[in-house]
C-alpha cells in the first residue's frame, strides 16, 4: 500500500460526515463526479471497501467507521496545531537550563538573568536536580545547557562539552555573635569552631578539606547540607562558619546578616556551562557566557 493521502481522506472524512456526496462536495467546493473519482481511488489504495449503498444514501462500512474515528483524531490535532501557531506565545523561543544542585542559585540566577533580556523574547525552562539526572537529559536534548560546578562525568558516553563559564575563591561567614567569640586572625580562629560544610555532591567539598588539613585546623563539623540555601540559613542562625564563592560573598552577607572572615585564594568553585554544542551558539547561552566573562567573575 502506497503512503496516506492526506487530501483523500479529508474528502472521505466530509463525506462520512455530511451523509452525502452531493453535501460534501458543496461543503468542499468541487463537483461531485470529482468527489466520487477521489472516494474510488482513495478506497482502491486502501484495499478496503469504505461505503455500501443503502437506498440513495451511502452508508459505511465497518472500516469505514473504524477509518473515520482515526480521521477525527488526525484533523481535531491539525485544528489544534492551526490555533497554536496562531497564539503568539507559541513562537517563543524556549530555553530550558538544568541547574545542579550544587551551584549556588544566586549564581545561577545571575547567570540565566541575561537569557530574559534578549531581543527575541525567551520563555525560560528551569530544572534543579543531580548532575548526572541533568546530563541524561541533555543527551536528549530535554535541556540545551545544564550549569554545574565541575566537567561532565569522564563515566558518561554523552556527546556534550565542558564550556568554564568561571571560577571564585571561597569566603568563609558567620554571623556577627559568632565571630565575636574568636580571638585568633582567620583561619586560625577555625579551629574548633562550629561549622557547616557544602555536601559531598559539591565539587568544591573535598578542596574544602584539603584546605583545612593542609591548615592543620580542626573545626567541629555539625553539619553538611545537599542544598547551599539551606546551609546559609543555618549560618543565619548561627549554627557555625560556612562558605560560599567570594563572588556573591557581599550579596549572601547583606541577605543573611553574616560578615566575612576572611578568603580562601588557594581553594576556588568553579562554574561549567554544559551543552551539546562546541562552539556556544544559542543567543541564550551566548549571554551567559558574555556575563559570566565580562561581570560576574571578572
Same mark, same amino acid.
Given at each position: 500500500?502506497?503512503?496516506?493521502?492526506?487530501?483523500? *481522506?479529508?474528502?472521505?472524512?466530509?463525506?462520512?460526515?455530511?451523509?452525502?456526496?452531493?453535501?460534501?462536495?458543496?461543503?468542499?467546493?468541487?463537483?461531485?463526479?470529482?468527489?466520487? &473519482?477521489?472516494?474510488?481511488?482513495?478506497?482502491?489504495?486502501?484495499?478496503?471497501?469504505?461505503?455500501?449503498?443503502?437506498?440513495?444514501?451511502?452508508?459505511?462500512?465497518?472500516?469505514?467507521?473504524?477509518?473515520?474515528?482515526?480521521?477525527?483524531?488526525?484533523?481535531?490535532?491539525?485544528?489544534?496545531?492551526?490555533?497554536?501557531? %496562531?497564539?503568539?506565545?507559541?513562537?517563543?523561543?524556549?530555553?530550558?537550563? &538544568?541547574?545542579?544542585?550544587?551551584?549556588?542559585?544566586?549564581?545561577?540566577?545571575?547567570?540565566?538573568?541575561?537569557?530574559?533580556?534578549?531581543?527575541?523574547?525567551?520563555? *525560560?525552562?528551569?530544572?534543579?536536580? %543531580?548532575?548526572?539526572?541533568?546530563? !541524561?537529559?541533555?543527551?536528549? +536534548?530535554?535541556?540545551?545547557?545544564?550549569?554545574?560546578?565541575?566537567?561532565?562525568?569522564?563515566?558518561? =558516553?554523552? %556527546?556534550?562539552?565542558? +564550556? *568554564?563559564?568561571?571560577?571564585?575563591?571561597?569566603?568563609?561567614?558567620?554571623?556577627?555573635?559568632?565571630?565575636?567569640?574568636?580571638?585568633?586572625?582567620?583561619?586560625?580562629?577555625?579551629?574548633?569552631?562550629?561549622?557547616?560544610?557544602?555536601?559531598?555532591?559539591?565539587?568544591?567539598?573535598?578542596?574544602? *578539606?584539603?584546605?583545612?588539613?593542609?591548615?592543620?585546623?580542626?573545626? +567541629?563539623?555539625?553539619?553538611?547540607?545537599?542544598? =547551599?540555601?539551606?546551609?546559609?540559613?543555618?549560618?543565619?542562625?548561627?549554627? &557555625?562558619?560556612?562558605?560560599?564563592?567570594?563572588?556573591?560573598?557581599?550579596? $549572601?552577607?547583606?541577605?543573611?546578616?553574616?560578615?566575612?572572615? !576572611?578568603?580562601?585564594?588557594?581553594? $576556588?568553585?568553579? $562554574?561549567?556551562?554544559?551543552?551539546?554544542?562546541?562552539?556556544?551558539?544559542?543567543?541564550?547561552?551566548?549571554?551567559?557566557?558574555?556575563?559570566? %566573562?565580562?561581570?560576574?567573575?571578572?
Amino acid at each position: 500500500m502506497s503512503a496516506l493521502n492526506y487530501k483523500h *481522506l479529508r474528502y472521505f472524512w466530509m463525506v462520512a460526515k455530511t451523509g452525502s456526496i452531493a453535501k460534501a462536495a458543496s461543503q468542499l467546493n468541487l463537483t461531485p463526479h470529482s468527489i466520487s &473519482g477521489q472516494l474510488s481511488e482513495f478506497a482502491d489504495a486502501l484495499g478496503v471497501a469504505l461505503f455500501r449503498k443503502s437506498g440513495r444514501s451511502l452508508e459505511l462500512t465497518d472500516t469505514g467507521r473504524r477509518i473515520v474515528s482515526y480521521a477525527e483524531t488526525i484533523f481535531s490535532t491539525g485544528d489544534e496545531l492551526l490555533e497554536l501557531v %496562531r497564539d503568539k506565545s507559541f513562537a517563543t523561543m524556549s530555553f530550558r537550563i &538544568g541547574c545542579a544542585d550544587s551551584v549556588s542559585k544566586l549564581i545561577a540566577c545571575q547567570l540565566v538573568e541575561p537569557a530574559l533580556k534578549l531581543k527575541e523574547p525567551v520563555r *525560560l525552562i528551569c530544572r534543579e536536580g %543531580r548532575l548526572d539526572s541533568l546530563i !541524561g537529559d541533555l543527551a536528549v +536534548h530535554r535541556l540545551d545547557l545544564v550549569i554545574a560546578d565541575r566537567p561532565i562525568p569522564g563515566h558518561f =558516553s554523552v %556527546r556534550a562539552y565542558n +564550556h *568554564l563559564l568561571g571560577q571564585s575563591p571561597m569566603t568563609a561567614l558567620c554571623t556577627q555573635a559568632l565571630a565575636a567569640t574568636f580571638d585568633q586572625p582567620f583561619p586560625a580562629c577555625l579551629h574548633n569552631a562550629p561549622m557547616l560544610l557544602p555536601g559531598e555532591d559539591f565539587a568544591i567539598h573535598q578542596r574544602l *578539606l584539603r584546605w583545612l588539613e593542609q591548615a592543620e585546623v580542626h573545626p +567541629h563539623i555539625v553539619g553538611e547540607f545537599d542544598d =547551599s540555601a539551606m546551609m546559609n540559613a543555618f549560618g543565619q542562625s548561627g549554627a &557555625g562558619v560556612f562558605f560560599v564563592p567570594t563572588v556573591i560573598a557581599a550579596q $549572601v552577607s547583606q541577605q543573611y546578616q553574616v560578615v566575612a572572615l !576572611g578568603q580562601i585564594d588557594g581553594v $576556588v568553585e568553579q $562554574v561549567y556551562a554544559i551543552t551539546t554544542e562546541r562552539r556556544m551558539s544559542h543567543p541564550a547561552t551566548v549571554a551567559i557566557s558574555t556575563l559570566a %566573562r565580562d561581570k560576574l567573575f571578572v
